[in-house]
């Protein structure tokens, strides 16, 4: 069974950093580009960043370029989100999810549960 | 900045059929858009219906059903049942970036 799941999240400082890890299992990891997508309170889901199966290419949506960082370990088959310089809009449910193929543009399919990012002072 | 745009929330009776709809600012939807549709019910995360404007996922009931409708993306139910009231969320790509859509709620009444 595919399987994902998210850790890391919690309550950060504004101007802070967190990183935010996702655990893939059931699947050949390195093969399927993968994706973040956050939901803040009561709101609909904005795409966060995305990263092709070879972690050499990523892509950022603008509220986030310059500040967070995606990557992944193929070996270890986890995917991660470093956010730094967090602001009280970056409080979310934070998701990742398996890109439907090796082109993270084909959409995706398989998803965590989520892990929740809180940014306050 | 790029909007995309779908009903609000729409109503559709057991049994029924009901169309939602993904427009884009920028013009018509295209295939070169890949279509993606998702349905999230209150305290679940996403589940993944239809991608490439009409393919299916594995788990994907045979009710949903995905396509080009005009200048937008469409999904429709066909045979509506109780357990698909939720809230339904387009994906479009954009040469870059993916944007969603503002999430239409379906309430099956």
């Known amino acids: 069974e595919e399987q994902l799941v998210e850790s890391g999240g919690g309550l950060a400082q504004p101007g802070g950093s967190l990183r935010l890890s996702c655990a893939a299992s059931?699947?050949?990891?390195?093969?399927?580009?993968m994706t973040w997508v956050r939901q803040a309170p009561g709101k609909g889901l904005e795409w966060v960043s995305s990263?092709?199966?070879?972690?050499?290419?990523?892509y950022y949506g603008d509220s986030v370029k310059g500040r967070f960082t995606i990557s992944r370990d193929n070996s270890g088959n986890t995917l991660y989100l470093q956010m730094n310089s967090l602001r009280d809009e970056d409080t979310a449910i934070y998701y990742c999810?398996?890109?439907?193929?090796?082109?993270?543009?084909?959409?995706?399919?398989?998803w965590g549960q989520g892990t929740t990012v809180i940014v306050s002072s | 900045q790029t909007v995309v745009t779908q009903e609000p929330s729409l109503t559709v009776s057991p049994g029924g059929t009901v169309t939602l709809t993904c427009a884009s600012s920028?013009?018509?939807?295209?295939?070169?858009?890949?279509p993606n549709w998702f349905q999230q019910k209150p305290g679940q995360a996403p589940r993944a219906l239809i991608y490439?404007?009409?393919k299916k996922h594995s788990w994907t009931p045979a009710r949903f059903s995905g396509s080009l409708l005009g200048d937008k993306a469409a999904l429709t139910l066909s045979g509506v049942q109780p357990e698909d009231e939720a809230e339904y969320y387009c994906l479009l790509y954009y040469g870059g970036a993916l944007v969603f859509g503002g999430g239409t709620k379906l309430t099956v009444l």
């Open positions: 490439s404007i009409s």
């Open positions: 990263i092709s199966g070879s972690g050499s290419s990523t």
């Open positions: 059931g699947f050949t990891f390195k093969t399927y580009a």
């Open positions: 999810a398996k890109g439907e193929s090796g082109n993270y543009f084909y959409g995706m399919d398989v």
């Open positions: 920028t013009g018509a939807v295209t295939s070169g858009f890949y």
